[in-house]
């Protein structure tokens, strides 16, 4: 009999890597260079101010999932009052909570990757989902919130349906307040809802995981992001996970050279394949770097599914 799960598991699918990225390999070109004007990595895609449309938001990530193109990054998407508004808010927040494992990373709101862990952890991600995505809508001003924005423009632009990703169990959360502050970083790791979800059938059909992400505050240094365009097979991934209690993240070892790098100020919002290690280097000064986090998730027949 064939394991329904296995057999729609997505690391059986082969690399896609995009023709420019091949391009750029076999020209031996140096394609480590972090993005500048005089030098852009043509895997990262820098929208100008004011581009934030559903037409353009709609386009690079059909990019994304056609594996075109690693990032796009949208300069000033959100204005700075919406982000001052939001920083205010997360600066007074008392309700912050840590990952276990990495201390120095806190969030608001359970993400899906906890129901791993425990069984009450599945249940209460989906208890909690409705109630966290209002505390995250609550940040923002009324009618601002830059999920709900991202979720119309897409249902207008985008080619199948479009809505918030729900499983078996209900409805998943949409929204994730993320810090990082004292010198934190997010060590590599990628962002695989079927395998985080590994019971659900529907969570196997996610096909590409979009990493959404809205700088709302940098940190004083630090901070950017960068993705290694490669992906890695879940054996991989699990012979190359570092020690508890960081055993979330990669060794360094195993991650191919040349990443994309991404420099967010504040209001920019930026999409990349979350299937592919990434990391967010060290943060430094007494500014915690706070971003709005989801994911894409680009099924099977195309429909996108949010989620966080
Ligand atoms: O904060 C970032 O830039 C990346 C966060 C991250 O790991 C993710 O969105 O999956
Ligand atoms: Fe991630």
Redesign the pocket.
């Known amino acids: 009999m064939t394991n329904e799960a296995e057999r729609l598991s997505i690391f059986d699918r082969p690399e896609r890597p995009s023709d420019v990225v091949l391009e750029m390999l076999q020209r031996g070109q140096d394609a480590s260079r972090e993005h500048s004007n005089e030098r852009p990595d043509p895997r990262l895609k820098v929208y100008e101010a004011g581009s934030y449309t559903a037409a353009a938001i709609a386009e690079a990530n059909r990019m994304i999932a056609r594996g075109e193109l690693v990032a796009a990054l949208f300069k000033r998407a959100i204005p700075a009052d919406v982000c001052d508004y939001a920083t205010a808010k997360l600066d007074a927040h008392a309700d912050k909570e840590r990952y276990s494992g990495a201390p120095s990373v806190g969030r608001i709101g359970k993400a899906l990757y906890e129901v791993q862990f425990s069984r009450a952890d599945y249940v209460e991600y989906f208890a909690r989902a409705q109630a966290d995505l209002e505390v995250s809508r609550g940040m923002f001003p009324p009618g601002r919130y830059p999920l709900d924005e991202l979720r119309l423009a897409l249902d207008d632009q985008w080619s199948g349906r479009v809505g918030r990703l729900r499983l078996e169990e209900g409805l998943c959360g949409l929204g994730l307040l ?1 810090f990082v502050d004292k010198g934190g970083e ?1 060590l590599p790791h990628n ?1 695989v809802a079927a395998a985080d979800a590994e019971y659900s059938l529907i969570a196997q059909s996610i096909d590409t995981q979009i ?1 959404f ?1 809205l700088l709302i505050q940098s940190a004083e240094h630090g901070g950017a ?1 960068r993705v290694y365009p490669r992906r890695l097979s879940r054996n991989e991934y699990d012979a190359n996970r570092r020690p508890a209690p960081e055993d979330y993240a990669l060794r360094d070892e195993c991650l191919p050279p040349y990443p994309v790098i991404i420099r967010p100020e504040a209001g920019d919002i930026y999409f990349f394949d ?1 299937n592919f290690p ?1 990391r ?1 280097d060290a943060c430094s000064g007494p500014r915690a770097r706070y ?1 709005l ?1 989801a994911f894409l998730g680009v099924l099977r027949n195309s429909d996108l599914a949010l989620f966080s």
């Open positions: 993320r997010i962002d990493a992400n992001t979350a990434h967010v971003t986090s």
